[in-house]
C-alpha cells in the first residue's frame, strides 16, 4: 500500500504563498489520483484540489484561482502552491492517494496558519 508523507506547512500572514508537498512511496504513484483536502478546527474535512492520472485538475471555487495544484511522476511527489493565502485557509491540509481497487491512503496531514 502507498504510504504519503506531506511537508511545507506553517505560519503566514495574509496575501502571502505556501508550497506544499507530498512524497509517496510503496506504490506506483503515477496509477494513483491524488488530492489536497483540508479539515479547520470543528469542521468537516473538505476537498481542496485533486490531479487525476491524466492531469485532469478540480479545485473546490473557494480556491480557485489561487491555488494549483501538481504532480510529478518521477518524484513520486504531488504539489500544492498556494498564493493570496486567507484566514479561512487555516486548517491541516492532507494528502490523499485513490486507486480503483486498492484501500484510500492518507498522509499525516500539515498545518498551515494564516494570520490576518
Known amino acids: 500500500q502507498v504510504q504519503l508523507m506531506e511537508s511545507g506547512g506553517g505560519l503566514v500572514q495574509a496575501g502571502g504563498s505556501l508550497s506544499l508537498s507530498c512524497a509517496a512511496s510503496?506504490?506506483?504513484?503515477?496509477?494513483?489520483?491524488m488530492g489536497w483536502f483540508r479539515q479547520a478546527p470543528g469542521k468537516e474535512r473538505e476537498l481542496v484540489a485533486v490531479v487525476t492520472i491524466y492531469g485532469t485538475t478540480v479545485y473546490r471555487e473557494s480556491v480557485k484561482g489561487r491555488f494549483t495544484i501538481s504532480r510529478d511522476n518521477a518524484k513520486n511527489t504531488v504539489y500544492l502552491q498556494m498564493n493570496n493565502l486567507k484566514p479561512e485557509d487555516t486548517a491541516v491540509y492532507y494528502c490523499?492517494?485513490?486507486?480503483?481497487?486498492?484501500?484510500?491512503?492518507w498522509g499525516q496531514g500539515t498545518q498551515v496558519t494564516v494570520s490576518t
Open positions: 510503496g506504490g506506483i504513484f503515477s496509477t494513483y489520483d
Open positions: 490523499r492517494a485513490d486507486q480503483s481497487g486498492s484501500p484510500r491512503a
